[in-house]
């Protein structure tokens, strides 16, 4: 069984083994502990530990920490966790700030060859410099600055002699070359900014797009797989791996992104969603994070199978959210016991049953997995059933309660409604009904048929709990995102301002019924199948011992609606 599906990034690794190119595959995954890892990167985590594992090969763990000022522990762990989670195992963990000294002395030998300077042009001006598209770019004043001068000029930059922004390192390659990022890229900037693993030691700091193919050259990376933003980028990556003498060759593949509908897949608007308060943190269930997606109770399985089937290729296309949640569905349809929940409970008498007996009912906790086995469900003269399921007058094709129809009680017996009580304000609060014995659930009682089947609890036993019903955070359609492979590949404020306009505020409806009784005792992160209503997680963060708060995962496939 192939950990990955057919794909091109392993007939490449294959013709490199079969040619002796490389003898290990050594990959990494080099997360910017900036955010919490989304659907997206669980792509990128995949390709990167499942090609590696499918060779035997290794996969580092490595913090992008090249940019000192946004980096949390908080962040380091999650992904940690998350990673984990996943099951994937990484070999080393690395940060990139480990290798600080030996990005700057791979700077200083550009220096000496000539192929780096010293620019004291503003930022504004190094852009506005840099040509566009159809035209080339304009040589920096400073770009035949002497050896000397440049070294001179880098050792004050890194002493701290310069404020911030007031020179930059650029490679010296080409301000005309169609490929705008080999037209003299920034490869250090200055920044006093205390990072937290190398403190004050340093105020200059490497571009990533520096950084990046030296880290990988440093780990022994054979295949740096990043997503296709960073293909413009490669023939600087080459470069650099080439110019600063690196002894191993890594090569970079790219592979399209992950965009879903209906999920963000933006680290930077995702944060602001915890900031604003829209959500409860970076693993509400409504978030497309993985702590999210676990909290929700979407499992690792169908994750993987979700990111398995969707490919490996260098397509970017939108996958609609409903192929995630099928594979969510089809994980869960055998592993969760199926039981019954009555999420806006409306009470019937059965007035034919005798007052203070009950009886134990036997039902199958999954009907496509025997292996579950049986439970038995109290039943007696008072349940709850759905408000939905009773209507006073009834359209027709209703095949539910109403008066003088009769329906299925799952399980249990057939009931007949003859009256219902009213509330002040009108609303149906009571229904009275009689039930059949000769109808009770396994009796082969074939004498009449009726149309609608309905879950339903028993009152005296029924487990109060509460329901979180979830819609997705963004329409269908908001999300498919263009990112560029520079510095700040997020996204403006103006998009983060719009895109908060467009959150469905209304996307979590919480409501108050009841489940059976076993369930008083469901434990966090369990699943359950609730007839008609779906799958459902036992919330690990509001659920409290003996008071189980069940999210939805997601519906059943045809969604029950009149
Ligand atoms: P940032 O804007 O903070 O850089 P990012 O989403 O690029 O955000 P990184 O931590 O840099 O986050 O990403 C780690 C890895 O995940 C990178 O190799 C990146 O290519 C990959 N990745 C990120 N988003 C996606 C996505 N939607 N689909 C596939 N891979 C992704
Ligand atoms: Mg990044
Ligand atoms: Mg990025």
Known sequence: NALTPPNFIKSII?????????????????????????????????????????????????????????????????????????????????????????????????????????????????????????????????????????????????????????????????????????????????????????????????????????????????????????????PFYDWVVRECEMEAQPRQYEFGRLNVSTMVTSKRKLRKLVEENLVDGWDDPRMPTVSGMRRRGYTPEAIKSFIYETGISRSQGLIDIQTLEHFVREDLKLKAPRTMAVLRPLKVVITNYPEGESELLPAENNTENEEMGIRQIPFSREIYIEQDDFMEEPPSKYFRLFPGNEVRLKHAYFIKCHDFIKDENGEVVEIHCTYDPATKSGSDFNARKVKGTIHWVDASSAVPAEFRLYEPLLGEDEESEELAADETNDVSADEVDDFLKKVNKDSMEVVQGFVEPQLKDAQPQDKFQFFRHGYFNVDPKLSEPGKPVFGRIVSMKSSFKL
């Not at 989304?38 to 990167?48: K, L, P, Q, T």
């Not at 992008?64 to 962040?75: I, R, S």
């Not at 999650?78 to 989670?85: F, G």
Request: proline content about 5%; glycine content about 6%.
């Open 14 to 234: 294959e013709e490199d083994l079969r040619s002796g190119k490389v003898k290990e595959v050594v990959t990494r995954f080099p997360p910017e502990p900036n955010g919490y890892m989304h659907i997206g990167h669980v792509r990128a985590i995949f390709i990167d530990f499942a090609l590696a594992d499918e060779f035997g090969g290794r996969t580092n763990l490595r913090f992008d920490d090249t940019n000192p000022a946004k980096e949390d522990v908080e962040y380091v762990n999650s992904i940690k966790e998350d990673i984990k989670w996943l099951g994937f195992q990484w070999d080393n963990q690395y940060y990139a700030s480990d290798y600080f000294d030996e990005m700057y002395n791979r700077a200083v030998l550009l220096i000496n060859k000539g192929l780096a300077y010293v620019d004291d042009q503003s930022a504004d001006e190094i852009r506005e410099n840099r040509g566009t598209l159809t035209e080339p770019g304009k040589n920096s004043p400073y770009r035949d600055r002497s050896v000397e001068e440049n070294l001179d000029l880098f050792t004050r930059m890194k002493n701290g002699e310069f404020k911030n922004g007031e020179r930059v390192l650029r490679a010296k390659i080409d301000m005309a070359s169609p490929n705008i990022n080999l037209r003299d890229p920034v490869i250090y900037r200055i920044s006093h900014t205390t990072h937290h693993n190398t403190g004050d030691k340093w105020c200059i700091y490497p571009m990533y797009t520096f950084a990046h193919p030296l880290e990988d050259a440093i780990e022994g990376v054979t295949h740096s797989l990043c997503s296709l933003e960073f293909e413009d980028q490669r």
